[in-house]
């Protein structure tokens, strides 16, 4: 009973908080990318009345997002205007954000928060302290992304039930944090509340340090591999799979790692001591050893939520077992187009050592997923469905 009065207590005050919350705010946009694009739409959605301003040094972007009716007026870096804004989001890219932020600070008002999407919040907080906007800053980072960039690719789905961690300073108002965990839910997300430091080790070790690894990985195949490409030519299935990541903008993930390097460095030489580690263990053939290593991976593997909100999104795949005839493809195509199921990919699985299934499909949402499989055995095919999470 006690739990439950405590939840009703909290809807209580956030309902409460959402009545006081301005139908009118006004947000303003430095940069307006996948990201920023995304969650300019989903703001413009759950906030109607809202008024966006917008820099960006794109006219293209500006006239999609005016022509879309999520911009409202565009705005120079010393428009005066700035100090008008509820929230002021930068959406460039990390290594630019500081700048921009100092272009910006003079025009800032006395009640105007400025946040963050960048996925690295050190070197954004230096810049604040500098500035002396701690009393204006929350750090934000929403744990969503897509392969695609740009304003045109934006669309507010990418958002929903991804993580959106917050990292105030010490020195913001708590009323304000709320009030910004509130938006961001609205929108869709999972608001985190974070410490800017907790939130770039965390980042470090479940996204960045990834990154690394996968694309180690593939280095390794191209530098192993023999004249004739065997390596390449079998790469598919489970080292397809753990080395999606790679396919990401080799920009982005250069600034990230000079971004956050301290973390980085120290999760990676951890990493490479838990490689030495196992490499040992199977020079000197220790069964056990060789057995827990693997068995404390998969326990621990298989504890996580299925959940897409994590910074490396789920990939919503099924493989389907498909005769080897002409238009097998064709007519799987046809049966879920009929039902407008949108593809994102679909190709043949030669290398099924670690999976079932003759056809891979790949799909935008999880919606369609379930509905391709919905659809596929009703007519008879044969699906393993695919858990990336």
């Not at 800032?108 to 906007?133: A, C």
């Not at 869709?188 to 770039?200: E, F």
């Amino acid at each position: 009973m006690r739990l439950w009065y405590y939840i009703r207590v909290m809807i209580y005050e956030k309902h409460q908080r959402m009545k006081k919350m301005k139908a009118n705010l006004t947000f303003g946009f430095i940069g307006l990318g996948l990201i920023g694009g995304s969650i300019a739409k989903a703001l413009r959605k759950a906030y109607p009345k809202c008024r966006i301003l917008l820099f960006t040094r794109s006219e293209s972007t500006y006239a999609m997002a005016l022509g879309d009716g999520v911009a409202d007026e565009k705005l120079d870096l010393h428009d005066d205007r700035w100090a008008k804004c509820d929230y002021v989001f930068l959406c460039a890219p990390v290594e630019t954000n500081n700048a921009l932020l100092s272009d910006v600070a003079p025009q800032i008002g006395p009640d105007t928060i400025v946040t963050d999407v960048g996925s690295v919040k050190g070197p954004i907080l230096d810049e604040v302290i500098s500035l002396g906007l701690e009393e204006h800053f929350i750090g934000g980072h929403p744990m969503a992304g897509s392969e695609r960039y740009g304003y045109a690719n934006s669309n507010p789905v990418i958002l929903e039930n991804a993580y959106y961690i917050l990292a105030p300073t010490d020195k913001v108002s708590r009323a304000r944090v709320d009030e910004l965990r509130d938006i961001v839910e609205s929108i869709g997300t999972i608001p985190l509340i974070l410490d800017a430091g907790l939130h770039d080790y965390v980042t470090g070790a479940i996204s960045h340090l990834p990154h690394v690894i996968s694309a180690a990985l593939v280095n390794l195949v191209h530098d192993e591999d023999n004249a004739d490409g065997i390596m390449k030519l079998v790469a598919a299935g489970g080292f397809k799979d753990i080395t999606r990541i790679s396919s990401s903008s080799p920009d982005i993930w250069q600034q990230i790692c000079l971004t956050n390097k301290t973390n980085i460095l120290t999760l990676l030489d951890h990493y490479v001591s838990s490689l030495e580690t196992i490499r040992d263990e199977i020079s000197r053939t220790e069964e056990k050893r060789i057995h827990e290593f693997f068995e404390k991976a998969r326990a621990y593997r298989e504890s996580f939520t299925n959940s897409n909100a994590g910074p490396i999104k789920t990939e919503y795949v099924i493989t389907v077992d498909i005769a080897d005839k002409p238009g097998a493809i064709a007519t799987i195509a046809s049966i879920l187009s009929g039902e407008s199921i949108n593809i994102k990919n679909i190709g043949i699985n030669h290398n099924r050592e670690f999976q079932q299934g003759a056809l891979r499909i790949e799909f935008y949402r999880k919606e369609d997923t379930e509905a391709a499989i919905r659809v596929m055995t009703k007519h008879g095919y044969v699906i393993h469905s695919k858990d990336n999470t």
